[in-house]
């Protein structure tokens, strides 16, 4: 269901690698969250560090989106990078699994591909 891969380098260094690898497979990073952030200036305590991208490949968003509009729920792919002790995480759900809520076995092999470059994008930032 998940796509997990594990750093041992700083939380720093796996958001810079993950958006300079985002970048050469042409997904464009349309935002990043402070999860931290947002929820300490809420007053809340959360002492982990956790940010999520949102990641888009416009050419497979367009295919998608052409085939069922409803699919707009499920974009842009999001991938949480989080600090685990002293390693650094990276997960995103597999857009595959996530297909499989929309009925379209037509769209398959759009979604394995983004699911292979996305975990490409995640192993290269992590090394």
């Given at each position: 269901m998940?796509?997990t891969?594990?750093?041992?380098?700083?939380?720093?260094?796996?958001?810079?690698?993950f958006?300079?690898?985002?970048?050469?497979?042409?997904?464009?990073?349309?935002?990043?969250?402070?999860?931290?952030?947002?929820?300490?200036s809420?007053?809340?305590?959360?002492?982990?560090?956790?940010?999520?991208?949102?990641?888009?490949?416009?050419g497979?968003?367009?295919?998608?989106?052409?085939?069922?509009?409803?699919?707009?729920?499920?974009?842009?792919?999001?991938?949480?990078?989080?600090?685990?002790?002293?390693?650094?995480?990276?997960?995103?759900?597999?857009?595959?699994?996530?297909?499989?809520m929309?009925?379209?076995?037509?769209?398959?092999?759009?979604?394995?591909?983004?699911?292979?470059?996305?975990?490409?994008?995640?192993?290269?930032?992590?090394?």
């Amino acid at each position: 269901m998940f796509i997990t891969v594990r750093s041992g380098k700083s939380i720093g260094e796996v958001r810079q690698g993950f958006e300079d690898a985002a970048a050469e497979r042409k997904f464009g990073v349309q935002a990043i969250h402070n999860v931290t952030a947002t929820l300490r200036s809420k007053g809340l305590d959360f002492d982990r560090r956790l940010y999520v991208y949102e990641v888009c490949n416009p050419g497979a968003a367009k295919k998608v989106l052409d085939a069922n509009i409803k699919i707009a729920t499920a974009l842009p792919c999001r991938v949480s990078i989080y600090a685990d002790g002293e390693e650094v995480v990276l997960e995103t759900l597999k857009p595959t699994m996530l297909l499989q809520m929309f009925n379209e076995p037509a769209l398959l092999p759009t979604a394995r591909e983004v699911e292979a470059a996305i975990g490409e994008i995640m192993r290269e930032a992590a090394k």
